[in-house]
């Protein structure tokens, strides 16, 4: 069995694509953004090969990346979708609630979004994730339609990027008016 294929690996090729980016973002001093390891309390080690072969999740983890942006404090998860939609349950309320926290302090939250029955790339922001969250909860639909996704604000690879997300991010920020300087 491929080792894509497992549960526990969902996200691991996305992941490896912003992580690359990242890289790079950081050798030309565009940003410096990290990714937030998941905190594991190991249960059994093999010393001799270096591994873990069983543990479990100390505690619920933030998101996925956490960084600053030219000034500009950044969290983000990256989510992949094999269906129409992004079903909200790959979403946990402590994330949610992380992000809601760091928008308080004026930082910007968002997703990067994989669909890969289209093979594109979204920039999702917070606040319209947040809506379809609360939506559900509220008994309404328990995804975001792929049609919801603003083409404007799709992430290709771009430059020797993998997903070039920089030149998305500067897109939203300008619609949005939240930085004439982005």
Known sequence: MSRWNTRGLRGS????????TNDMYRAHK???VQKIPTPINPLRLDNAERTISLAY??????VDYIGAVQGV??????????????PLQNIHEHQIKFMEDFTGQRGLAFFI?????????????YDVL??????????????VPYDVF?????????????????????????????????
């Not at 999740?57 to 933030?62: A, D, G, V």
């Not at 029955?117 to 922001?125: A, D, G, V, W």
């Not at 993998?162 to 030149?167: S, V």
């Not at 920020?173 to 982005?182: F, K, M, S, T, Y």
Request: aromatic fraction near 14%; proline fraction near 3%.
């Open 13 to 20: 090729t996305l992941e490896e694509m912003v992580n690359i």
């Open 30 to 32: 565009l940003a410096l």
């Open 150 to 182: 603003d083409k404007k604000l799709s992430i290709t690879s771009k430059h020797g990027y993998p997903l070039h997300y920089l030149e998305t991010l500067d897109i939203y920020l300008q619609n949005a008016g939240i930085n004439d300087n982005a």
């Open 113 to 125: 979004v994989c669909f890969h029955l289209y093979n594109e790339y979204f920039y999702l922001p």
């Open 130 to 143: 947040k809506t379809f969250w609360d939506g559900s909860r509220a008994g309404k639909r328990k995804s």
């Open 57 to 62: 999740f100390e505690k619920k983890s933030t």
């Open 73 to 86: 404090p950044v969290c983000f998860d990256v989510k992949e979708t094999g269906r129409k939609s992004l």
